[in-house]
């Protein structure tokens, strides 16, 4: 089942007056119940599809279906963001955190009661109920974020980075408890990450995002075993101990760099670029079942 149908979705910014485009033409299914990775390098348009998502930002053009009523739209999404030292509030309690958003969705009874829900649900101990959030670990931290999109009971959470600023123990813990959540509440998750290694472990389905674009599409294992673009054989090549994608930042162009020609955004730096990659863009395809490739060599 289809929970969320994007259709040529566009975001135009300016930079010092000038256009440019974080996201051109996005087309994507995201099916109730599963968790979908978005990869690519930095200033790829990862964050701004998922903040376009949850109507933080809005599309030049385009437009996004949900199955569900648009105005319960932003009770039923919810966002985890990469920085929990910077995404909470370090003067509130941790019950002053995780009962906010209850508040605020006036989701008024036995509040104190789902509180300590919450904080069961992401293993934090009650005894922080009154701890401030500057005096808790960035473990912690994360959790109570974790806690606080959970307590509007919502069907759809973007996670990004959500856990790109912890260390590898940390890291192991929070992609267990994601599991253990999406499981147990059958959740959808987009969850946003440089690492491929945390995508290949947590993801049902992947998609690849190269300059605004998503150059291909497939279930996680798939993509994995036989990546199709040029671009994602790249990241992929990339996947050693400790490696991430942004690593590859000094090798690949920024986004929005100027083109001087019509075709593939990457044909410049493909090595299997022939004439027609420079003179006609390619179009999202599916070669092969649930495998999406945007590549004329395919």
């Given amino acids: 089942m289809t929970l969320i149908q994007i259709n040529q979705l566009s975001k135009q910014f300016k930079l010092d007056r000038n256009p440019f485009y ?5 087309n994507l299914q ?33 437009q996004i279906d949900y199955h569900y009523d648009s105005l319960s739209r932003r009770k039923s999404m919810q966002m985890v963001f990469q920085d929990p030292h910077s995404s909470l509030n370090p ?13 605020i969705h006036r989701i008024t009874s036995n509040v104190q009661a789902r509180v300590l ?3 069961d649900l992401v293993e934090i101990d009650s005894s922080l109920l009154q701890t401030t ?22 069907e759809f959470i ?20 994601l599991k253990k959540l999406h499981k147990e509440f059958n959740l959808t998750f987009l969850f946003i990450s440089h690492d491929l290694s945390i995508v290949k472990y ?12 998503i150059v291909e599409m497939a279930p996680t294992k798939t993509l994995f075993e036989s990546p199709l673009h040029p671009y994602t054989r790249e990241l992929l090549n990339a996947l050693k101990p400790a490696q991430k994608v942004k690593e590859l930042n000094r090798h690949l162009p920024i986004t929005g760099e100027h083109k001087t020609h019509m075709g593939c955004e990457f044909c410049e730096h493909c ?10 863009k390619p179009c999202l395809k599916e070669c092969m079942e649930s495998h999406w490739v945007s590549c004329h060599k395919i």
Avoid at 22 to 26: E, P, T
Avoid at 40 to 45: E, T, V
Avoid at 91 to 103: C, D, G, H, Q
Avoid at 158 to 177: G, K, P, R, T
Wanted: charged share 20%.
């Fill in 22 to 26: 974080a996201l051109r033409n996005v």
């Fill in 158 to 177: 973007v996670f990004d980075e959500a856990v790109s600023a912890l260390d590898a123990s940390l890291q192991a813990q929070i992609i267990n408890l």
């Fill in 91 to 103: 003067k509130m309690t941790v019950y002053e955190l995780v009962s906010e958003p209850l508040i």
């Fill in 202 to 213: 947590l993801t049902d389905r992947v998609a690849v995002l190269y300059e605004g674009q």
């Fill in 30 to 62: 995201i099916h109730k119940g599963e968790i979908l990775g978005l990869v690519g390098a930095s200033g790829s348009g990862k964050t701004t599809l998922g903040k376009i998502l949850l109507d933080l930002i809005h599309p030049t053009e385009g």
């Fill in 133 to 154: 959030s500057d005096q808790l670990s960035g473990g912690q931290k994360q959790r109570v974020a974790i806690a606080r999109a959970l307590a509007s009971e919502p």
């Fill in 117 to 119: 829900e919450l904080l």
């Fill in 271 to 280: 090595p299997v670029a022939e004439a027609v990659c420079w003179e006609k």
